[in-house]
């Protein structure tokens, strides 16, 4: 490697992290901005439907902030009032969880000591702490008022994204020459489309992920239904790890509920049959061209988020990553960096000059 190539790498490497330490000290900005980013590229269609009907861009904010108020009014009342349940239910769930662990615990000092394993001095029942559930339960209510702000700045910022789009295509066509200004805002129209659907398929794949949870666990009867129907649909945005969490804290739950290993495996198993089919039969049907993400990109992308961001950087990883990947996939120039983003192909496949972009746009 010559010297040149080497201080690109180390200023690639200085960028990086000084883009980590911006990322990180302006989280309490750039998260709900990101957000809010997101849902505006999901709601953008109304605003220019209802403004290409002459509707004033004003009554557009005010149908999409309705719409979204209405969403977060839904959403507030199902996780309020299973709250108030579960707090009220916590006493009897510690009561079978210090049950479980006791009957545990014998069973297996009973097979210790019949295998002569001295097992003086040991115990579960102090070692598993039952009694913090409902201090966790109690600490996260409290931060309500911090949400009701992160939902606040997403809002504002997301209304004011909105007011400005469809712009960009304007002053592209404007001030720039008449061929440079038509393959510019192809690129911007075939990113913004496939942006789009990207999202809006994984919002309504989620949906879909997040009611039928709901469903299979009302009818076997677990308590909080639409609460874990709630969770899978977050953290259906959140690949295979995100999965596992929102399978088993429900069946979780129905092992304590119905203190009952037959429940509970029945739960797994429905519950692991509607995420495979939503996520592996439903989901590349409807998105229509498959975004082909690097496993191991997405772990590290998982990581990298979740360190700067918590748990909603870990739900936006993914998204963020996709959007990237499909904006490099419309540039000529950026094009190689989408295909190493990508999984690993067999050499009998095309290579990436010769295989067209998702979405057939044209290069810069």
């Known amino acids: 490697m010559n010297t040149r190539g080497i201080t690109g790498v180390l200023l690639a490497i200085i960028a990086t ?42 009554v557009s904010l005010v149908v999409v902030f309705v719409t979204f108020v209405a969403i977060l009014f839904l959403i507030g009342w199902t996780v309020y009032a299973s709250t108030a349940v579960m707090l009220d239910g916590l006493p009897r769930y510690e009561m079978q969880a210090g049950r479980l662990v006791e009957e545990a615990e014998q069973r297996f000092l009973g097979l210790a000591e019949t295998m002569g394993v001295d097992t003086r001095g040991f115990t579960w029942a102090e070692a598993v702490d039952v009694d913090a559930l409902a201090t966790v339960a109690t600490s996260s209510v409290g931060s309500f008022l911090g949400f009701v702000g992160f939902v606040f700045l997403v809002v504002i910022f997301m209304l004011f994204i909105l007011a400005s789009s469809g712009d960009l295509e304007r002053k592209v066509r404007r001030y720039l020459p008449v061929r440079e200004a038509d393959r510019m805002a192809r690129i911007v129209s075939n990113v913004d489309r496939q942006v789009r659907k990207y999202l809006v398929t994984k919002t309504l794949v989620s949906l879909g992920t997040g009611f039928f949870s709901w469903l299979v666990l009302a009818l076997v009867g677990v308590d909080f239904a639409a609460v874990w129907g709630l969770l899978a649909f977050v953290l259906n945005f959140i690949p295979n790890f995100g999965s596992l969490v929102a399978v088993a804290a429900p069946v979780l739950l129905a092992a304590l ?54 748990v909603w ?52």
């Open 17 to 58: 992290f000084f883009l980590g330490v911006i990322l990180l000290q302006l989280k309490v900005v750039l998260l709900p901005f990101a957000v809010a980013l997101l849902l505006s590229i999901i709601f953008k269609p109304i605003v220019t439907g209802l403004r290409s009907r002459r509707v004033p861009t004003a």
């Open 257 to 310: 509920q119905f203190e009952s290993l037959g429940v509970a495996l029945l739960v797994l198993g429905l519950l692991f049959v509607v995420q495979n089919v939503w996520a592996n039969l439903i989901e590349p049907r409807l998105m229509g061209f498959q975004l082909n993400l690097s496993p191991l990109l997405i772990v590290v992308c998982l990581i990298f988020w979740g360190w700067l961001w918590g």
């Open 313 to 364: 950087g870990m739900v936006l990883a993914v998204p963020l990553t996709a959007t990237i990947k499909i904006l490099f996939e419309n540039v000529d120039d950026l094009r190689p960096l989408a295909y190493l983003m990508g999984a690993f192909v067999e050499e009998t496949e095309e290579r990436p000059s010769e295989a067209p972009s998702t979405g057939g746009a044209e290069g810069v």
